[in-house]
């Protein structure tokens, strides 16, 4: 699975260690930035930049992580066919998916530890779309769109 990785300034560390855990376990990482967290940068363009990758293909899913997460998420649900979900507990990592089949998954830096961080991933990345009852409310919200 081929997964990009943004963050701003506030989520700098955690997409640092993130990068290297995924990559360690076998999945295809692509970081989008910033470089590091000295300078304080703006959440939508990494946001854009990590979104993007997903809509055209480049990946199959995308992690961004910001102070609380909150921005990210409201940056990438303006995207078509984006599903962003800001998730706080391993549960809704693996809700998200099944239930919502969101592709992208916004993390705080602030305010959620690295080890429920790297839960909320796990979860997030070993969970399948259910489909089914769930396929007919996307639809409805892709008619928004």
Same mark, same amino acid.
């Given at each position: 699975?081929? #997964? +990009?990785?943004?963050?701003?300034?506030?989520?700098?560390?955690?997409?640092?260690? &993130?990068?290297?855990? !995924?990559?360690?376990?076998?999945?295809? +990482? *692509?970081? *989008?930035? @910033?470089?590091?967290?000295?300078?304080? +940068?703006?959440?939508?363009?990494?946001? &854009?930049?990590?979104?993007? =990758?997903?809509? %055209?293909?480049?990946?199959?899913? =995308?992690?961004?992580?910001?102070? %609380?997460?909150?921005?990210? =998420? #409201? %940056?990438?649900?303006?995207? @078509?066919?984006?599903?962003?979900?800001?998730? %706080? #507990? @391993?549960?809704?990592?693996?809700?998200?998916?099944?239930?919502?089949?969101?592709? +992208?998954?916004? !993390?705080?830096?602030?305010?959620?530890?690295?080890?429920?961080? *790297?839960?909320? *991933?796990? =979860?997030? &990345?070993?969970?399948?779309?259910?489909?089914?009852?769930?396929?007919?409310?996307?639809?409805?919200?892709?008619? !928004?769109?």
């Amino acid at each position: 699975m081929r #997964i +990009v990785l943004g963050s701003d300034h506030a989520g700098w560390s955690q997409k640092d260690r &993130l990068v290297s855990y !995924l990559a360690l376990n076998g999945y295809e +990482v *692509v970081d *989008v930035g @910033p470089e590091n967290e000295t300078e304080s +940068v703006d959440y939508p363009d990494y946001a &854009l930049k990590a979104c993007d =990758a997903v809509l %055209t293909g480049q990946v199959d899913r =995308a992690i961004l992580i910001c102070g %609380t997460g909150i921005g990210m =998420a #409201i %940056t990438a649900n303006k995207l @078509p066919r984006i599903r962003a979900a800001n998730v %706080t #507990i @391993p549960a809704f990592g693996a809700l998200c998916r099944e239930h919502n089949d969101a592709n +992208v998954l916004t !993390l705080s830096g602030r305010f959620i530890d690295y080890d429920t961080n *790297v839960a909320i *991933v796990d =979860a997030y &990345l070993s969970a399948e779309f259910e489909g089914e009852r769930h396929q007919k409310r996307l639809d409805k919200i892709a008619e !928004l769109e």
